[in-house]
């Protein structure tokens, strides 16, 4: 009798120590509660930073090989892309997804609690002998267990894809601080032809309104030139416009306030590119482009969670010890099991929902492929159509040069009238924009092309070049 009570003993002793350990194991390691108060001031910055570049923290490998300088005399459009990269607000937002995406896969990695049931029954009329009765037991889900670790793959799959489609999301601001530099310096170089040529019709028509005073030319003659002015003056204010709101864009992208500015230098001049080099590429491009790798990411973590909807569709098995006395003081031990009867209800409908979603996902990864190789194949036909249209440009505006000259010199010497002036100068002026917009264009189809095929361009050498690399 005494070896059965010690038993009893050491049986009940197990058991509260198996219930209080955790708890008090647990509590050691609590997480605090720290405040992060909400500021109500705008956090921009009110000046280019001083950086100093960590060349792992760039996405593109170009990138860090470029040395960052916020010099005095502007960034060039490597610099742009790079202070983009580091401090655009919205890729802040994306980074703490990230971090979330992490910590979900972290709390998925972690095994299920097991379960602690306690009950008291204590008479309201107690009788000679009798107790307070009591139950405790501890139980497990063993159910859960078997669905744990498709969800942990699907976790860690998802906290994969978040790091690419945070890559990706870095490609695209890259590309668009590469596209407001572009209509920057091409605004300015369009702003500096308008303006010449405004000055140019402001002393002409400044002339023409003195001869016009002293009788020497009609009416008509004078309002030419004038128009011609007014016309100019209209295509800078739009182009001011224009200036205004890309600067504005670009500030915002850099996460910096309205009103510093962002003195820039250099050029986007571009190579030609190599054609061949970029068909190349396109059966690769899975294995380039960080949303397309995201995407399959993606792709597997549903196939997991399809996986574990096939799984939950099993009964679950719930196994427990108890240990109870009862108000007579009858104390008694054992254990408990809890399967549910899979009657009305076996999973079909979530193993049907995700089931469905894997094959929207499927059909989503063809599509952006394809969508991918179209694109590519839009822009570099494009790029052919813009080329020879340039070629065009160039030679007529090349014409129209010297015609200008000739007829300058025939109006000096009275030969022809202010009409035909004006009317040369407004097509050499049209024909000047006409090529620095479509130069604008070429760039920007650069950059998107660049986008694209993630990576660097492939472009074709100067035929010197090309000459000096042959054994």
């Keep these: 009798m005494m070896l059965g009570r010690a038993k009893k003993k050491i049986h009940s002793n ?59 005399d502007g960034l060039d459009m490597t610099d742009v892309a790079i202070l983009a990269v580091l401090n655009n607000p919205d890729l802040k937002l994306a980074r703490n997804d990230a971090h979330i995406a992490h910590a979900q896969a972290f709390s998925a990695s972690l095994l299920p609690n097991p379960q602690l049931a306690m009950s008291g029954d204590f008479m309201r009329n107690p009788i000679s002998g009798s107790t307070p009765a009591y139950g405790i037991g501890p139980t497990y889900d063993f159910g859960a267990l078997l669905t744990h670790s498709a969800l942990r793959k699907a976790a860690d799959a998802d906290a994969s894809k978040t790091d690419l489609s945070l890559l990706w999301q870095e490609w695209q601001v890259i590309a668009q601080a590469r596209m407001l530099f572009i209509k920057l310096t091409q605004g300015q170089k369009l702003m500096h032809i308008l303006q010449q040529q405004r000055d140019d019709f402001a002393q002409r028509s400044q002339r023409y309104q003195l001869a016009l005073q002293r009788g020497l030319i009609t009416i008509e003659t004078a309002t030419i030139a004038l128009t011609s002015l007014q016309d100019v003056q209209r295509q800078i204010n739009e182009g001011q416009r224009q200036q205004n709101q890309a600067r504005h864009d670009l500030n915002a992208l850099l996460g910096l306030a309205p009103d510093v500015p962002v003195p820039l230098q250099g050029s986007a001049q571009l190579p030609p590119l190599d054609r061949a080099q970029i068909a190349a590429t396109l059966p690769h491009l899975a294995q380039r482009r960080p949303d397309l790798i995201a995407l399959k ?56 929902i995700e089931q469905s979603t894997r094959q929207k996902l499927h059909d989503e990864y063809q599509q952006r492929i394809n969508v991918a190789n179209s694109d590519i194949d839009r822009i570099l036909t494009e790029q052919t159509i813009n080329t020879q249209q340039m070629r065009e440009i160039n030679s007529t505006l090349q014409q129209l040069s010297a015609q200008r000259k000739k007829v300058q010199g025939a109006l000096a010497a009275g030969n022809v009238d202010a009409l035909v002036l004006s009317n040369i100068d407004t097509a050499w002026l049209a024909k000047q924009t006409e090529q620095v917009t479509l130069e604008q264009a070429m760039l920007e189809q650069r950059v998107a092309l660049q986008t694209l095929i993630g990576g660097e361009l492939p472009t074709r050498l100067p035929p010197e070049l090309q000459e000096s690399r042959k054994p």
């Design 14 to 72: 197990l058991i509260l120590l198996l219930v209080i350990a955790p708890i008090v194991f647990n509590l050691g390691g609590c997480a605090s509660y720290q405040a992060l108060p909400l500021n109500d001031q705008s956090s921009l910055l009110t000046h280019l930073p001083a950086l100093n570049i960590d060349a792992k923290q760039l996405s593109l490998p170009e990138l860090a090989t470029h040395s960052f300088a916020s010099a005095p």
């Design 297 to 352: 990411y993606g792709y597997a973590a549903q196939d997991q969670r399809y996986r574990a909807a096939i799984i939950a569709q099993f009964p679950s098995l719930v196994i427990g010890l108890t240990r109870s006395r009862d108000n007579s003081n009858v104390s008694s031990q054992g254990f408990n099991i809890s399967v549910s009867l899979p009657i009305f209800n076996q999973n079909q409908g979530n193993i049907a």
